[in-house]
């Protein structure tokens, strides 16, 4: 025999779906207006908090991050040997010319860290704003890496560096979810201590 759902069960449902639709909208805009053009509560970059900071303050705040990190150079580890690579090089049949081989892309990366819970799509931002409150948001920092003259430097390092590995980085398709669609190579990672960047190679 089949059973049916009272209508006064139905009715009980729904308002209290309504209800929670209300709760939560009210507590997306109270949140938006409070920390409205600042990063959320949890929400953190290379491991440090940025909660109630404005993208102005991150930008100060990374940027200081970044040249501490790269004063000794980006970590390179092949084959048990380890490289230090500076952001930019001298070129060498020009000593006027310099190649860009890694940047940190503050302004993004300070974008990023307060739009996150901030998009104005109540939608998309309540679970963003339930992560952030409730587990914490470490976000990823936005780079470029130069793979052309990285792995030029590579080879002026080390003498038997083969860029095959290039081809075959390219072909590993686990390790490409979480990476910028122009690094299929290498992955930037910052260390907290000593700080610095590690230059990683997918492989």
Do not use: C
Not at 18 to 43: D, Q, R
Not at 54 to 79: M, P
Request: hydrophobic share 45%; net charge positive.
């Amino acid at each position: 025999m089949l059973s049916f759902i009272k209508p006064h069960h139905t009715r009980r449902t729904l308002i209290i779906i309504i209800a929670v639709i209300f709760v939560l909208l009210g507590l997306w805009a109270y949140i938006e207006k409070t920390f409205a053009h600042v990063a959320l509560p949890g929400v953190k970059v290379v491991g440090l908090s940025v909660t109630g900071k404005t993208q102005s303050e991150i930008v100060e705040i990374l940027n200081k991050k970044y040249d501490e990190a790269t004063r000794d150079g980006l970590q390179f580890t092949y084959k048990n040997r380890v490289a230090n690579i500076y952001p930019e090089v001298v070129a060498a049949n020009d000593p006027d010319l310099f190649y860009q081989l890694f940047k940190i892309n503050v302004e993004q990366t300070a974008a990023n860290l307060v739009n996150f819970g901030h998009h104005g799509n109540p939608f998309k931002d309540i679970p963003e704003i339930f992560v952030a409150f409730t587990f914490g948001h470490d976000n990823p920092v936005s780079y470029t890496l130069s793979e052309g003259a990285l792995i030029t430097t590579l080879k002026e390092n080390f003498g038997d560096w083969n860029d095959r590995r290039k081809i075959r980085a390219r072909n590993l398709k686990a390790k490409k979810s979480y990476l910028p669609k122009a690094n299929r190579v290498f992955h930037l990672i910052f260390q907290k201590s000593p700080t610095r960047f590690i230059l990683k190679l997918l492989i």
